[in-house]
């Protein structure tokens, strides 16, 4: 999937925590049912977002309900 919208990972893996993106800007996405919030220790959970972001002159608008991503444009 990173792949279709010109994103790499910055690091981590998939598996628990993971950072794509690069030095400007960065996705923070875990795996909810291997790692709690740190430094809180709260339950991690899933929450819709939408988001709009420009990578190598492309642009897209993502957005995410009911654990579906979606692209808008």
Do not use: H, Q
Request: hydrophobic fraction near 35%; glycine fraction near 6%; include cysteine.
């Amino acid at each position: 999937m990173l792949s279709e919208y010109n994103l790499n990972v910055f690091s981590g893996s998939k598996d628990v925590l993971e950072a794509i993106g690069d030095d400007e800007g960065l996705f923070i996405c875990m795996n909810k049912t291997k790692r709690k919030w740190f430094p809180t220790g709260e339950e991690t959970f899933c929450s819709g977002f939408e988001v709009e972001f420009e990578e190598d002159e492309l642009f897209f608008l993502l957005k995410y309900k009911e654990e579906n991503l979606i692209r808008l444009k």
